[in-house]
């Protein structure tokens, strides 16, 4: 799968990519809310490895793909299916230095109308941490709408955290 978008080529991770990619892992602020630690050198390989593996959406496999912009990966998309028919989860991460130039809502939203129209999802959700604005953010601006706020429902690095889901359908998507 590539995706074209005004600034941004959206592809299946490559094995040179994977200084980008350290250094979009490689910072406390941008795994704060994400279920792993920060990467480390030593387990850089490691950890690589699984984006470079998972370069196609199955029901049993997460596609995880790097947003491009001119030769620098920035960002990193990750799909899944759920265990609901015709349902798709997704996540993503950032570098922080892109932060404001409206890159993530780029791709985001051009991911999200590549799984509408070329894979008929039904419905888009993302599980997020309920402390982490930007990503809140980042789904009211392309159409998703806050479905549920579950109060300390997740354990997470030690501690009990909330969650929300964003949710979209087709129709929410221009709105």
Sequence with gaps: M???TERLLIRPFESNDIDDV???YNNNNTCKYLLHDR???ENLEKEFNKKLDNSALTKESVLSLAVVNGTKVIGDLSVW???MKDTVEIGFSFLNTVSGKGYATEATRSLAENLFNEF???RIQANLDARNVASK???ERIGMRKEAHFIQDFWNKGEWTDSIVYGMLLTDLNK
Excluded: G
Aim: aromatic residues 22%; hydrophobic residues 40%.
């Design 2 to 4: 590539k995706i074209y």
């Design 22 to 24: 350290f250094n979009i």
């Design 39 to 41: 990467w480390t050198v």
């Design 81 to 83: 299916y759920t265990d």
């Design 120 to 122: 008929n999802v039904h």
């Design 137 to 139: 953010k980042l789904c």
